[in-house]
């Protein structure tokens, strides 16, 4: 029965993943009928193909900065990761993954780079992908990416709904985390001082031929939903992750813990 179980969980992840995956055919509908909604929240042009320098959060990494490292910098593995705040998946991702995640980072076996994709504002309308990534950016700046990172997937609203698409929902949440809401943060939320960041990453996805997220890769290796044969579990990532690193000293630089306090 468990085995049976655990089955129609994974078949349910792969399905469930379509959701958030480029091109379907599910959601022309619902692209023709959102067409012509404007982002209401920020004066910038959200779609437009960026050009030229942007400006990147604090801390920022890997080519074109594009990146929001935590963990080690030093770390022996990297997990990749290419999210997008309204994607159901990614949040069943983050909430099944996480401790996992914070774990193996806190502890200097890997470090996670993540990287932002706009996909269901793309596909459904609205800018919550958007605007929620330049949160993300603003936390950044904060110290407080890794915290406010799980506050927005905990609390991840239906997909079909723009919540996200409202700033002020966005600095709501930040008083989850303490020392977050700060007028800084505010500012930079309401003036989508990384919106052209955020947008530039999303044309780095489609650019590196990715299809749907969450993609996840380790050590440049996609593992989500599943690295050959075998699924990818909190279990199986330790354990990827631990034969990867074998012979190999755990990073001891300073980047952002997962867990707060953690050092």
Not at 159 to 164: L, P, R
Request: aromatic share 6%.
């Amino acid at each position: 029965m468990d085995k049976a179980r655990e089955k129609r969980r994974r078949l349910l992840i792969v399905c469930a993943a379509v959701v958030c995956v480029l091109g379907l055919a599910a959601v022309i509908g619902v692209i023709a009928a959102n067409a012509g909604r404007k982002d209401t929240q920020s004066t910038k042009d959200t779609t437009a193909p960026q050009t030229g320098p942007v400006t990147a959060p604090s801390g920022a990494t890997g080519k074109d900065k594009l990146a929001i490292t935590v963990g080690k910098a030093d770390a022996p593995s990297t997990l990749t990761v290419w999210e997008d705040f309204r994607c159901p998946v990614c949040a069943q991702f983050e909430t099944r993954m996480r401790d996992a995640i914070h774990e193996l980072t806190d502890s200097g076996q890997l470090k996670a780079d993540y990287h932002f994709a706009t996909i269901i504002d793309g596909n459904l309308g609205g800018t919550g992908s958007v605007r929620a990534a330049n949160a993300a950016a603003c936390a950044q700046d904060a110290g407080k990416f890794v915290a406010y990172h799980d506050v927005l997937y905990t609390n991840q609203p239906s997909e079909a709904e723009d919540t996200f698409g409202d700033n002020a929902e966005l600095i709501e949440l930040a008083g989850q985390v303490e020392g977050l809401d700060t007028p800084a943060f505010r500012s930079c939320v309401e003036k989508g001082t990384y919106d052209d960041w955020v947008n530039r990453s999303a044309e780095a996805f489609h650019a590196a031929g990715h299809r749907g997220t969450p993609t996840v890769l380790l050590n440049g290796e996609p593992v989500f939903p599943a690295k050959g044969a075998e699924q990818l579990t909190p279990e199986s990532l330790k354990q990827w992750v631990a034969e990867a690193n074998q012979g190999k000293r755990p990073g001891t630089g300073s980047a952002q813990p997962a867990t707060p306090g953690a050092s």
